[in-house]
């Protein structure tokens, strides 16, 4: 006789969503870039050097950057208020341990869905649980940028290595960001 | 009473343990197979409908309903009756302030800690004396397991996926107790945080480090000394999403609990004396601050039993402590 038992897991949300990119300037020039750091590490100096080199080589305007409560939750509702009001493109990260990568993925999930072109960086170790929440979310296939070893994920790097890494990642930033 | 989930047939009890250990369901160790009979007397025990939504996990847009709950108590081993307490354990983790979020997905892998107070902890048989903390009792197993076990499939937190734990550890299997609140007329837990010593309540602790105080010199001095210097080794930062509700907990033992009562000492001086201990300003590499808002954040909860000199502190993930009354139909 078969035995009947009933299945222990919930159906993922985004099965029941439709998920959409922002649409995307045809450049950096003249935009404002937010910045929804979750300060982890010396994560900070990356999206600082990040922002300057963007001014620098691609006329960027200038930006807003909040640093949320928490590594993995999100931005206070003044925060959000700042970089919604204020930015037309926007990054998140750093994507360097479990909870705090997945939850900067939400951030740029919850940017694109307010109309602002988003990327998240992400640290390579990290990729199978962005990928896993962008699936659970119905955004299988959303672009992000992603950074690897010799830098340690939980971002303990110096002003070197940061301003390094911010110039390695401009090129995906910049790509992610515009049509 | 209608469920929603779907259903799964095998040839038998055997082959549906194998399946759900196959579809990555289990923690591992196999499970009792959840019938639809078995889901239904569970929420019938907690007087819940199945689509009853216990919280929310906002950052994966999950909304957990008691029938997902229920069906994973069953694998877990739970009788009915304790489903009472794995519905507060759940609400209890799905509290904001709980971040469940976080404390799941980590890198350093929290474990969850469940601990039971009120007249139901010896109604359906949670120790809190000898050997509380470990394997030999179906309560304490079962509802930890089953909190492990919604952690995994309803929330979503597989390991390797969006479990991102780098070690894990064994307390992730199970880690739940009651506090041993015959022993002495210490106020217990949950009376300290307002409720009626008549309650039920379930405590839900994200736990970062488990640490061992080992002390056997018999005086206060000594016992107070070593917890607190034991806490500072590591220290605790301050956390602004959690702010002041950022709390820890001593499992205090018979054998220092028997010394401080036998000196005067209550639980709530107990409590005071170490938070000032713990908050003095770090003074080295190994002696750093716990950063608490006001001595009610040191949680207290006598366990376990005779023999060592030993208490066990738990340390807080990014998350406070949070609280949750068990309602019974």
Known sequence: ?179 | MSLRSATVESDGWVEAVDAYIDNGWTDGLPVIPPTPEAVEAMLAAAGLDGTEALGEIPTRSLTVEAEKVAINAVMAGCLPDYFPVVVAAVRAHLQPLANAHSTTATLAGAAHAVVVNGPIRNEIGVECGQACLGPGFRANATIGRALRLVIRNVFRTVPGVLDRASFSWPLRYSFCFGENEELSDWTPLHVLEGYRPTDDVVTLMSVMRYLVATEFEPEPEAILGTLADTARINGLLVDEFVGDARGMMVILGPEHQRRLMDAGWTKESVRDDLFERMTRPTAGKHDNQVHLAAPENVLIVCAGGPGLAQSNLLMPHLAAPTHERVVRP
């Not at chain 1, 159906?11 to 982890?40: D, K, W, Y």
């Not at chain 1, 340690?152 to 990642?169: C, F, K, R």
Request: glycine fraction near 8%; charged fraction near 20%; include cysteine.
């Open chain 1, 1 to 179: 006789m078969k035995l009947v038992t009933l299945d222990p897991t919930t159906a993922p949300p985004g099965e029941s969503t439709a998920f959409s990119m922002a649409p995307r300037p045809a450049s950096l020039a003249g935009q404002t870039l937010g910045i929804v750091a979750n300060g982890l590490g010396r994560s900070e100096l990356m999206f600082d050097a990040l922002a300057e080199q963007l001014t620098k080589w691609d006329d960027l305007a200038g930006s807003v950057k909040v640093v949320k409560p928490s590594v993995a939750v999100p931005p206070w509702p003044d925060q959000w208020e700042a970089v919604t009001n204020g930015a037309t493109v926007a990054v998140t990260g750093f994507g360097g341990c479990g909870s705090c990568s997945t939850r900067s993925m939400r951030d740029a999930l919850d940017l694109e869905a307010a109309g602002i072109p988003a990327v998240c960086i992400v640290h390579e170790v990290l990729v199978p649980a962005v990928q896993a929440l962008c699936r659970l979310l119905g955004a299988d296939g959303y672009p992000f940028v992603t950074v690897g070893y010799p830098l340690n994920p939980t971002a303990m790097w110096d002003e070197d290595e940061a301003s390094a890494l911010a110039a390695q990642v401009l090129d995906g930033v910049r790509e992610r960001l515009t049509r």
